[in-house]
């Protein structure tokens, strides 16, 4: 893809604080918009439908597959999560930044994809404080919760393949740091070319 806004990609273990960090950043910085992905897991008390996530089941997300209507997707902890290609290339094409909120599969994809994109990776400063997180959090049965904390260490090793790697301990510290890698990105030379031109009137 060769689009004119950033495609910023955040990836981490489940409940290591993307969505927070995620939906604090949209409200500091303007054209940055979240993508809302698609997904095949039930909703939980209090999510939305085209809010949260678009929720479709099985063979619905299997015809999206096949029509190629994800920009990727894989299976999450047993349910299928992808990106609609649609809502993404579109704002790319305004020149407004998008985030993918999104695991380590997918991000290999778009990696291979779309190169110029942005790789964040949230850690947590110690895999016992990400347990307290996702029990905290309420959302996941007991079952959910072993899936998503056995699979926390290799996700962590795939760290190594991104541009970035934010510790999420104090929140508000974590999110000035995601903010500067998206601001300081926005102002890369590459992406200033055509501005400096028209400056100049070449
Ligand atoms: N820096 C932080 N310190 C303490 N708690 C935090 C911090 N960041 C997030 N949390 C809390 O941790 C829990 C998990 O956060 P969140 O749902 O944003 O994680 P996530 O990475 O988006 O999870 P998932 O991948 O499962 O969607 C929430 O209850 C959130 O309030
Ligand atoms: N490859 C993709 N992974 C995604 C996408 N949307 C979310 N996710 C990942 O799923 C887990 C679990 O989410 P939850 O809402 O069930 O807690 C989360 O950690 C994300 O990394 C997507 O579109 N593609």
Known sequence: MSEKGLLIVVSGPSGVGKGTL?????????????????????????????????????????????????L?????????????????????????????????QGAAQVKKNCPNGVFVFIAPPSLEELRKRIINRGTDNEESIN???????????????YDYVI???????????????????RCKVSRNKDKILEIIGD
């Open 72 to 104: 990727e997707w894989a299976k999450v902890y047993n349910n299928y999560y992808g990106t609609p290609k649609e809502f993404v290339i579109e704002k790319l094409k305004e020149g407004k930044d998008v985030i993918l909120e999104i695991d380590i």
């Open 167 to 185: 510790i999420n301990d104090d929140l508000d510290k974590a999110v000035l740091k995601l903010q500067s890698v998206i601001l300081a990105e």
């Open 147 to 161: 899936l998503r904390l056995k699979s926390a260490k290799e996700e962590m090793r795939a760290s190594f393949d």
């Open 22 to 70: 995620c939906n604090a950043l949209v409200k500091n910085i303007d054209n940055l918009f979240i993508s809302i992905s698609a997904t095949t897991r039930p909703p939980r008390t209090g999510e939305v439908n085209g809010v949260n996530y678009i929720f479709m089941n099985q063979e619905n997300f299997e015809e999206k597959i096949e029509e190629g209507q994800f």
